[in-house]
């Protein structure tokens, strides 16, 4: 158990029967009391709520396991996963990885979380490599102004790109934005 006032961003909680991960804390001082405004994220859901609470009550803080586990395939709504340890595989819905689908290789290995043996998120990294499949031309000239265009990436996600870059051509995206970084080939 932890109280309002031990609550920090990033930290996981059980609230009302459901899994929420901290996603902003704000710490408000009024004459009597304090006060702990809280944007949460529902794990399993995805969604984001927003709660304020007396700093003195407490919560039950969630312990998630982590294991590296192999994307492997989708079929529909549910990601297959599998455990790199005792080779298990396990789904997860698209509501549960939410924008991480995005971004998803087959083959990626990924950091994935579990809160009493109930796979509940992923953990993808910062940045992640992808093949354009489809982009417009550039025309002689356009490089020299610092515009965008859109490409359509080896996962499905269009993302905004320089010029430059032509399909077939290798990307790094950064998945907190989805905005382009770099050309890697």
């Given at each position: 158990m932890i109280s309002g006032s031990e609550v920090r961003k990033g930290i996981t909680i059980e609230l009302d029967g459901e899994l929420y991960q901290v996603v902003e804390y704000q710490?408000?001082?009024?004459?009597?009391?304090?006060?702990?405004r809280l944007k949460?994220?529902?794990i399993r859901a995805g969604h984001i709520i927003e709660r304020t609470f007396q700093t003195t009550e407490k919560f039950i803080r969630a312990r998630l396991d982590y294991r590296r586990m192999q994307y492997l395939y989708n079929d529909g709504n549910l990601y297959y996963f599998m455990d790199e340890e005792n080779y298990e595989q396990m789904p997860l819905s698209?509501?549960?990885?939410?924008?991480t689908v995005n971004y998803l290789k087959e083959g990626m290995s990924l950091e994935v979380s579990?809160?009493?043996?109930?796979?509940?998120?992923v953990e993808i990294p910062i940045t992640v490599e992808l093949q354009v499949i489809d982009t417009g031309p550039a025309f002689k000239g356009d490089t020299a102004t610092a515009g965008n265009k859109p490409a359509e990436l080896e996962t499905?996600?269009?993302?905004q790109v320089p010029l430059f870059i032509n399909t077939g051509d290798t990307i790094k995206v950064d998945t907190r934005s989805g905005s382009y970084l770099e050309r890697v080939s």
């Open positions: 710490h408000i001082k009024m004459k009597r009391t304090a006060l702990a949460l994220r529902d698209t509501t549960q990885l939410g924008d579990s809160y009493k043996d109930e796979l509940v998120g499905g996600i269009t993302i």
